[in-house]
């Protein structure tokens, strides 16, 4: 388990060592996440890195087990990469280049093995789309750049800062400048379509969720954001200029929103003891639409962490 000298016991105990979005899936989820599973991977990578002592078949399995991987994350991670390539760091000279280094990530990709098939399809719709996603996200982010008087692009950006009234630390990774937030969507694979597929819309508005991830962003560098969503077909770029929802007055209100939920994870590890008794503090939603989209085995052992197996 990972611990810093900053970092309160009450906190590092339970493997909780920053905040981050708490409204990007619930609590029931990150917890479990942060908590129950990361330590395990944490300590499987020590194993294959050499830092400690271990079975390497037992270590590659954990963490094989534990990877949450989908081709959708894949390929909207491929497609940040390769845009960082083009317009950040110049590794590439040409649209077609970077459909060519697009081809060989997809092929590094693992689907699935659990789901039927269904990752494997939806891989196929990925790559047959990435083209399209690709070119569109190009001229959306010249649009978002150019509202925002961006002059030069610069690429993902990790960071950690400390908030008033907060004990631990907020963190965050930004897609552009700390100030573009790019989210590609795909075509889902659907059995009940003739087509296979069913079409990726984008949004008439910013998600709540996308909403919170880029006001953490404003909170720490107090500066305009966009929103840009992408699909196969066309982009939207939402500004401060025509969403309300991203102005000073509104981030600063959603910011003030996530303040008080971190504050409260706060109160609940200080009150708890142990892992087991901070899950206790928590009703688990194993309902929710994507959030316990997992191995068989994984969701099992979080059902059986909150006594429902």
Known sequence: MNTFPSIPKWASNKNYLWHSNPESRPICRTLFDKCVIRPKVNIAYEILKGERKGDKDAASKTVDLYNNDAAKMAAGRITQQLLNDYLVDHKADTLDDCVDAGKELFAEYKP??????????????????????FKNALQALEEAQNKLRINKLSGEEDYMFQVPGLKLEYSGKPDFNGQIELKTTWATYSKLMASGRRSASIPTQPQWSHLCQVAGYWARNRKPQALVYVNEKNFRVFTEENCEK??????????????????????????????????????????????????????KEAKQQWGFV
Do not use: Y
């Open 112 to 133: 699935r093995t659990w789901d039927e098939g269904k990752d494997q399809n939806q891989l196929e719709i990925c790559v047959g789309s990435f083209f399209d996603v």
């Open 246 to 299: 991203l102005s000073e007055e509104s981030l600063q209100n959603i910011w003030n929103f996530i303040v008080n939920k971190c504050r409260i994870r706060e109160n609940l590890l200080q009150s708890s003891n142990s892992i087991q008794d901070l899950l206790g503090l928590i009703e688990p939603d194993f309902s929710h639409m994507w959030a316990w989209d997992l191995h068989p085995d994984v969701l």
